[in-house]
């Protein structure tokens, strides 16, 4: 017990033990119907409006990155928990591995935040291998009602542009919101464009959009 207790409160290992202890307390708040459980994808990842320039950059790297490592649509809550259990279970066995100096010296400091690094990044690789086959049953059991849900709905773009072969922004659905992968074969659309989902492109696992002021000038279909 004592050596556990050394390397789970060492440094870096306390550091995903106290996140990891965050998510376990944001959980039981939403046990209690205190706040929803994919909450904090409309805090994070959709409400751009609060934020600097800056920020929203960020913001918009999270959202693409998820979309682009196949995690997009799974509640960030949950990645969240998955990737702090991992890394905190991989910082702890490099701490095993690793030698660390007794005390808070710059030898033990440097150690450490290597240990850190590597186990951030060990446990987003974990993660997306843990997490992916999920999402990839979530988009088996329902994709039509997925298409249902956002076809014809507005977004915002989120991503610096969307055009024929890339971009991606956040859709209102009523609930937490959802990032999808954006498509404007006619036009380059930069960020912030308001828009409207047209039709469904399976072949790029994409929405087809065009700016919500061409939708409404040219009343266009829904296919």
Known sequence: MTAFLHYALGF??????????CMLLYWVIAIFGLVEVDSMDHWVLFDG???????????????????????????????????FLLSWLISYALAHLVPMP?????LNIVTGTGLFAAAS?????????????LRKAIAMVAPPEEA???????????????????????????GGGLNVQMRSPDRE???????????????HNAWRVVSKAEFEGLDLPLR
């Open 189 to 203: 659309l930069p960020r912030g464009t308001e828009v409207v989902l047209i039709e469904r492109m399976p072949e």
């Open 12 to 21: 870096p290992t306390f550091i995903f033990g106290m996140l990891l202890l």
């Open 49 to 83: 409006s609060h934020h600097g320039h800056g920020a929203e950059d960020s913001i918009g790297a999270l959202a693409g990155l998820l979309l682009k490592v196949g995690l997009g649509g799974i509640p960030l809550t949950v990645i969240l928990t998955v990737l």
């Open 102 to 106: 007794e005390g808070w010296t710059l």
């Open 148 to 174: 249902k849900v956002v076809l014809g709905r507005t977004g915002l773009v989120r991503s610096a542009v969307v055009n024929a072969s890339q971009g991606y922004g956040s859709v209102e659905d009523g």
């Open 121 to 133: 990044v060990l446990g987003f690789v974990a993660t997306v291998i843990v997490l992916r086959p």
